[in-house]
């Protein structure tokens, strides 16, 4: 069973930048396509970012898309969303999320219901 957890939130004030990591035991990230997701009070949980677990594609929500970077460590098991020129309406919780091994996958997972496995999730509030 994979456990996921989620750090690097706090709050900042608009235009100043954040780094989430997120950290994974019991498995690792090699091989796994990871994402970020976020969810604002009385809102659904949206996609972020997205990075395959072959070649290091990414992709980004397009509110995100230019600001926001993620990345993996397999030396660390680790996953991280750089964050960049933060807006107000980049305040909610950020969640890590990873699924099942998929070694040549290329793929962007941008759907929560496409992971099987989720962090707590870290607060990240952006002062205008």
């Known amino acids: 069973q994979v456990q996921l957890v989620e750090s690097g939130g706090g709050l900042v004030q608009a235009g100043d930048s954040l780094r989430l990591s997120c950290a994974a035991s019991?498995?690792?990230?090699?091989?796994?396509?990871a994402g970020w997701f976020r969810q604002a009070p009385g809102k659904e949980r949206e996609f972020v970012a997205a990075?395959?677990?072959?070649?290091?594609?990414?992709c980004y929500a397009d509110s995100v898309k230019g600001r926001f970077a993620i990345s993996g460590d397999n030396a660390k098991n680790t996953v991280s969303l750089q964050m960049n020129a933060l807006k107000p309406e980049d305040t909610a919780v950020y969640y890590c999320?990873?699924?099942?091994?998929?070694?040549?996958?290329?793929?962007?997972?941008?759907?929560?219901?496409?992971?099987?496995?989720w962090g707590q999730g870290t607060q990240v509030t952006v002062s205008s």
């Open positions: 019991g498995g690792t990230f090699n091989s796994r396509p």
């Open positions: 990075i395959s677990s072959h070649s290091g594609r990414t």
């Open positions: 999320a990873t699924r099942r091994i998929s070694p040549w996958d290329v793929s962007c997972y941008t759907s929560k219901d496409d992971y099987n496995y």
